[in-house]
């Protein structure tokens, strides 16, 4: 089993300020990691794959980085659509696909 | 437009069986894999398996092995997951996923994309309770 494990698990920020959220693995994922966005009542939203790679149509704000079992997801001037919950997820062991807790950005 | 579009909300005993589908809309579905991911109530993401592209080869997470079966028709670019022999913990809201191009496969691994780029398109989530 791989077990992805996110912190915080709440993050308080104030608007327009950056939020740092980790993605630590127990094992090696290499760079298979994604990054989903998820608002209330909605499906989440791929924002990066392959680490550190944007997907279609999302914000220059958004960034990601690391490789092996550490993990980071930047969101450099937070809008006030941005305070949701972000999950990361590793795709690198099969069948062992999991994803980590989530993180819920706040308002500060 | 890109898009996967659920069946409807589903409301069933402990024991039954559960059907849902899952059609691909503005792209060919033939070419990418299709991931189940479902989320109880106020809880995280969990993955169930993945049924490859053109094949249709599966690939379930072991918490599910004797309990899930995941079909596609790619005459209407549908996919199904069953799930069997419900509990009241598999309330949750299903949802199906467009993963990976292609197929690859290795004794370990099973089936799993050759090229995966993360889970690009989500369903809209079929919402199933459990309840007697």
């Known amino acids: 089993e791989i077990v992805m494990t996110q912190s915080p698990a709440t993050l308080s920020v104030s608007p327009g300020e950056r939020a740092t959220l980790s993605c630590r693995a127990s094992q090696s994922v290499s760079s298979n990691v994604a990054w989903y966005q998820q608002k209330p009542g909605q499906a989440p939203r791929l924002l990066i794959y392959?680490?550190?790679t944007r997907a279609t149509g999302i914000p220059a704000r958004f960034s990601g980085s690391g490789s092996g079992t550490e993990f980071t997801l930047t969101i450099s001037s937070l809008q006030s659509e941005d305070f949701v919950v972000y999950y990361c997820?590793?795709?690198?062991?099969?069948?062992?696909?999991?994803f980590g807790g989530g993180t819920k950005v706040e308002i500060k | 437009q890109v898009q996967l579009v659920q069946s409807g909300a589903e409301v069933k005993k402990p024991g039954a069986s559960v059907n849902v589908s899952c059609k691909a809309i503005g792209y060919n579905s033939i070419m990418y894999g299709i991931s189940w991911v479902r989320q109880a109530p106020g809880q995280g993401l969990e993955w169930m398996g993945w049924?490859?592209?053109?094949?249709?080869?599966?690939n379930y997470a072991q918490k599910f092995q004797d309990r899930v079966t995941m079909t596609r028709d790619t005459s209407t670019s549908t996919a199904y997951m069953e799930l069997t022999s419900l509990r009241s913990d598999d309330t949750a809201v299903y949802y199906c996923v467009r993963e990976g191009l292609d197929w690859n496969h290795d004794v370990l691994s099973g089936y799993y994309p050759a090229q995966d780029y993360g889970m690009d398109v989500w369903g809209q989530g079929t919402t199933v309770t459990v309840s007697s």
């Open positions: 997820q590793q795709y690198n062991k099969w069948p062992l696909l999991a």
């Open positions: 392959g680490a550190s």
């Open positions: 049924t490859s592209p053109y094949n249709g080869y599966t």
